[in-house]
């Protein structure tokens, strides 16, 4: 058990490599040649170009203001400053109702923090619970937890009424956020402008016809079934080989790129080998070799363009079908189309940037099998998972190193080095084993046939929960204890889970103290240092850039990573609402954690992702079910948490918890969740009104002829050299995000004209007001 | 423990007592008397008139044929005649699948017996694992068990293949069953004729409005999302008042013509008191004085009926809105309209018979909360029931009447009285304890706020369903093992469940096989009897019967009580799964119930039963998912009671079943469930091409204009006297059942004529086809 030293110190390092990050992030963002690094949405926007063309050679690299220095963490409250609706404009809903999640977790945890401190740590403190039993270790924090509290006290009323307030107030936040979100995405739906996907369904599992092609097919059943509203369709294609080629062709333009700065510098016409990874086979001139396998491709790709398009069995057994209103999509997309209900599937077609091509084409059969083979599969990563995290942290621990290299012990008695030990490696083991699994999880959730990637992301990120839930807090919980019970564990029946758990949670209170401090603190300190795409940017910058659009490209912008962060969030909620009852001391540390991360990611989502697509926050749901289960397990363990402690008169009072907390739920379902999965007529029959008043001469099938057309050939209609990253790009200009009115916004992050132009957003917000 | 020959003496008993009624019921059927009470759907068919008009007088009542007495089970093969299709023409199709249900059992437990008997009975047998365990009372029925088998016995893997080979075939079954079942009716959808239903939505929930009526707001509203499609709408009046006006004045229609028909028979005019019940008050001539009570009524009748029609207030906020074609209507059904999902909620429309009228304007707030509500006493209803039923268990079981009742021992010692109560009383004392439960679940439904008749039979079903399960089947397996578990068994952990019961279920498999005589062999025998309609039939008939009109009302046709009859089979669907592995005897006399069952109601479908709505087998969701739940849990309690067997090599192998199992229920829901909810666009775009094609010039407005008129309403539009009972009669027999060609069926009930025209159905169906 670490002592309140041990945390105090792990604190320490915690806040002080945190404070490393923002020093280096503070000074590294005001150079101007990390600019496209640090703020690369602006330039993706348009609003920014390369800081300073003239001037002195130095100051194009170095930011020589000493002033700029001073206020190394003004970014934090320049990243507040931005009001919402603009930052809806700028980043898109999902970004904005993403940050929302951490704006609900302060809100949820401030109340329940003060709360929990005014009343149940003094009750904690006061009694002698743990001076009678000495078998247990018991470190400092324990004297504030519910451990304190002798058996059979009447103190326990406190707990009880003290969970009834967090449910409630937890409950009451969580309604008023889903109010606000539901209205937030139909307002972004109703308000934002015309876009392709809101006249089109995405059509699945076409049935096979002997007489007709899928495209014929199409078309007379939807004239024939949606006589007045049917106006068009695009079938999907295989393309999927012809997409591997192209990237492949990209790579190899880089290479050529490459050789050819080379051959600018040293004035040597550079050498290659044609062997495995350039290592062995003969030597060549690069560029020559290059430019003949280019042509090749080339000639490759042309080839197989025309097949794809030319060969019926190329064509997918689903199409994007357009309708000539907005009602008549809606209507199509909510209704059942044939007896059969797993042919002539609709459903909303997803954002042309969102659809993922390659699963548009597996039928229903498959779909359910390979849901299955997921599952178990599913089951068996999550469960087999937890042997090697409990080896590696019982090696990590203490005792276990003791054991196993008796010969590190002199080392291991320096007292810092053993707090280092207890406070930092259990976390940093954890961490380097969860980074791996989302990638996994994410092709898991390919593999199972999801058509977007959006609900791919949402999939990933429910299972990652789950995986997060078992391992990183039941496992925890659990083999943390001893690692030996883990058998002991198999065999023991399921419902002693609670009490077992309940028993356990309050030892493990310290340990989920520094896991906090390594993740939530100085692991959300280091995002936004952003390492990786640093050192990334500088390698392409040097080797592969020749024009400003090469150096568009070797910008990462990166994106939020909905399917890793969200469910890490979620283990804050659960780590928060397990602990308010049990151990109020871990409280402070989740409030910190939610208050950074909020700032932290503000800051990114202003200055550095750019969204891949817009799912206008249909993950709320997602979100909302997550911490209602996270309530209810808390509820459930401190059930189990006071029957140990033979509270047994004031036990039954908590059954009441879960009952309301579900019932809690499915009203919200009802009263919320058709607003992220439906869309209603009536919304629909505005716009159309709208627009057939304002734009009466629209022609409707030439703007959406092409809309879901494969990004492969995408980049076919425009130049051959573009490729489908450059005109995804260019589509989601286009048709997405609206261009900021803002002109001041360009010069903010720079600190120089920053004292110049101090003022901050609320005034440009309401100059944009009277403008149309 | 009872034994082999207790059982013997219950299925003596039972035996008899289902031919006892067998045989009053082939007497009595057969006197033209009763004609009315055996065959009243075929005069509410109009295909059959009162038996003999001419002859002598006696044989008015009694038949003196003696032939027709001879082959008096003759029914049984008769009722199995009629086929399938021309069963859906004369009863409905929600009729059908009920037999359906009936059926399934058969095909799932049959070929499961044979396995059972011929692979695990000799297997359990040969083996010796009982004798050495004397403290356990074992009967003669427990060596064919799996209790036979020694623990840790190689023997298991037997029962594990078998359970395996279980669960597909009943998968297999299901899956075959849902499939037809759900083509029946996609067929009898597109089959059937013009219904009122196949054009209305009911919307529920309309916002007030401040300026508008509901009507005009409906109006106003379905003009503006549906402007193609919005034909006419009815607003719903909330005329419960009224409806229990127009009740009470029938009943005093009835005593006035008692009363006439007293003073004709007697020639002195009947006197009454007009006190409470007639016992007390003044004496007053009862003709004259009910007559001025009718005229009194008749006056609040009309005062009333203009109040609801001309009152804003007594419109409710619900409106049946018809569209111009299918298509319109289940675009509407299937969509959502309002930015608020709990506002303008729109659904199919019910049957105008099956609309259940006080619950259409329950809001949405409401609803949720008597949800929770009911969903809270249903859970003290379940958990407290349990109490009562075990005293009187325990005091009806041999130990307990011993104990507490020593006097009667000489009694008891007689061997038979001893078989008896073994063998019945535990039967009837829980039978009798359920006879009232459908009524109060009824009444939880009906304040649960369905809107449709049939809803609140399905949900009154699964409550029941959920009844049954706790408190008959696992109630009886644990507390019948002692009373005073119950108490421990609270506070023992949930998981030990499958264990306690695994352990307990081969222990009370004598129990069960007794329970089944009586409520499945003898308790489905009386059904066919029909004391109860008999007895008020000729009361009715006695006292109140004037004119032939007055006859038709007093026949007393009953109709399939889904909600008390299909959890009632499913019952017996879970004790066959679970016992199949278990103990093999018990599966005969499940075939047996399926079996006679089958026969006796599709005699009274045929001949008795006239279902109040048609619903097209909405039901069949339901009854799939619970045999679904049924073989989970007999998978489980497998597994628990393999686990106390220390079968510990070959238990989890057991485990992929449930898995599998609740994979092949989301194939099943996914691939035919929809066919039950929604109803496919495309269907609906051919019925609207045919009838725009056959029927041109159809003026749907006036044939939808009174459809969903409120059933008081309806009768005022006929004549004064007419009450909603015939008016609903009549609008069924217009819009529902299609009259049958068939001629000679209306004799077939009656022996004489049989024996001469003894051709049955398939000539007709064949003689029927080239009609047109």
Redesign the interface.
């Known amino acids: 058990m670490a002592t309140l030293s041990d945390i105090g110190l792990a604190a320490g390092l915690n806040i002080l490599s945190a404070f490393i990050f923002f020093a280096a992030f503070a000074i590294l963002r005001l150079q101007p040649f990390n600019d496209r690094v640090y703020f690369p949405k602006w330039y993706i926007k348009g609003l920014r170009t390369d800081p300073v063309h003239g001037g002195a050679f130095v100051r194009k690299f170095v930011n020589l203001d000493w002033r700029s220095y001073i206020r190394f963490l003004n970014w934090m409250p320049a990243a507040l400053r931005m009001p919402e609706p603009e930052l809806i404009d700028h980043a898109g809903l999902d970004s904005v109702v993403y940050l929302r999640i951490y704006l609900t977790g302060l809100k949820i945890f401030v109340p329940i923090a003060f709360l929990a401190w005014a009343v149940l740590v003094p009750i904690n403190a006061t009694d002698t619970g743990l001076e009678g039993n000495k078998n247990i270790t018991s470190s400092d924090i324990d004297k504030f937890s519910i451990s304190n509290v002798q058996s059979q006290s009447e103190r326990f009323w406190a707990h009880i009424l003290a969970a009834y307030a967090f449910t409630f107030w937890t409950c009451y936040v969580l309604l008023k956020e889903y109010e606000k979100v539901a209205s937030m995405r ?1 307002q972004f739906l109703a308000a934002e402008k015309r876009r392709p996907d809101q006249f089109t369904v995405l059509v699945r599992n076409i049935p096979p016809d002997p007489d007709e092609s899928v495209s014929e097919l199409v078309e007379h059943f939807f004239l ?3 006589p ?1 509203n049917y106006l068009t369709h695009q079938v999907v294609y295989n393309a999927n080989k012809l997409a591997k080629l192209v990237k492949k062709k990209k790579k190899l333009q880089n290479w050529l790129v490459y050789y050819q700065n080379k051959l600018e510098r040293t004035s040597e016409r550079p050498q290659m080998k044609t062997g495995f990874l350039g290592l062995c086979g003969d030597k060549v001139d690069a560029i020559d070799h290059h430019n003949t396998e280019i042509d090749q491709l080339s000639k490759e790709i042309a080839l197989e363009r025309d097949k794809v398009t030319n060969d019926p069995k190329s064509i997918m057994p689903a199409a994007f079908v357009s309708f000539k209103t907005r009602w008549g999509a ?2 199509c997309a ?6 059969n ?2 042919m ?1 599937l609709t459903e909303w077609a997803p954002e042309p940037r969102d659809v993922y091509w390659s699963n548009l084409a597996i039928p ?1 059969v498959s779909l ?1 099998v390979r ?2 083979i997921m ?2 599969a599913f089951f068996f990563l999550t469960f087999f998972f937890m042997i090697p995290i409990a080896i590696v942290q019982s090696l990590a621990s203490l005792d276990g190193i003791q054991k196993r290299a008796p010969w590190l012990n002199p080392l291991i008695g320096i007292s810092f080095i053993k707090s280092f030990i207890q406070g930092f490696l259990p976390g940093i083991a954890l961490k380097l084993f969860l980074i791996f699994l989302p990638t996994i999880l994410m092709i898991m959730s390919k593999f199972e046939g999801f058509g977007s990637i959006s609900s791919l992301e949402r999939r990933s990120a429910s299972r990652y929960y789950i995986f997060n839930f078992v391992n990183l807090f039941l496992g925890n919980i659990l083999t943390g204890t001893a690692f030996q019970q883990l058998d002991s564990f198999i065999h023991q ?4 889970y609670p009490i077992t758990i309940g028993t356990a949670i309050p030892l493990k209170a310290s340990f989920f103290i520094t896991y906090i401090m390594v993740d939530g603190w100085a692991g959300i300190a280091a995002e936004v240092l952003m390492l990786k795409p640093l050192i990334i940017y500088h390698l392409k910058n040097f080797f592969l850039v020749k024009t400003e659009k090469d150096r568009e490209e070797a910008m990462d912008h990166g994106s939020i990573a909905f399917n890793i962060g969200e469910p890490q969030i979620q283990l804050y909620f659960l780590l928060g609402l397990v602990y308010a009852a049990v151990t109020p001391t871990v409280l402070p540390f989740i409030i910190v954690f939610f208050g950074l991360a909020y700032v932290v990611y503000r800051h990114q989502i202003i200055n550095v992702y750019n969204q891949e697509y817009e799912s206008g926050a249909a993950f709320w749901p997602d979100v909302h079910i997550r911490v209602i289960v996270a309530l209810i397990v808390s509820q459930v363990v401190l059930m189990g948490l006071l029957t140990t402690k033979k509270a047994a008169s004031s036990t039954p009072f908590l059954i009441a918890l879960p ?1 309301l907390t579900i ?1 809690f739920h ?2 919200c379902k ?6 992220f999965v ?6 629909a ?1 505005m716009k159309d009104t709208l627009e057939r008043a304002t734009d009466p001469n629209l022609n409707l099938k030439a703007y959406l002829q092409n809309a879901y057309a494969h990004p492969v050939f995408k980049a076919s209609l425009g130049d051959d050299d573009e490729d489908e990253e450059v005109i995804s790009l260019k589509l989601e200009n286009e048709s997405v995000t609206v261009p900021t009115k803002r002109q001041s916004r360009r010069s903010t992050p720079l600190p120089s004209r920053i004292s110049g132009a101090s003022s901050p957003s609320l005034p440009d917000g309401i100059r944009n007001h009277p403008e149309p």
């Open positions: 139909l024939v079934n949606h007045e809606a209507v909510q209704t059942q189309q044939t007896r209900p797993t002539w229903y359910t849901r299955l599952a178990v029946p399921a419902n002693q009952v019932w499915f009203y009802g009263r919320f969740e058709p607003a439906r869309y209603p007529l009536q919304e029959m």
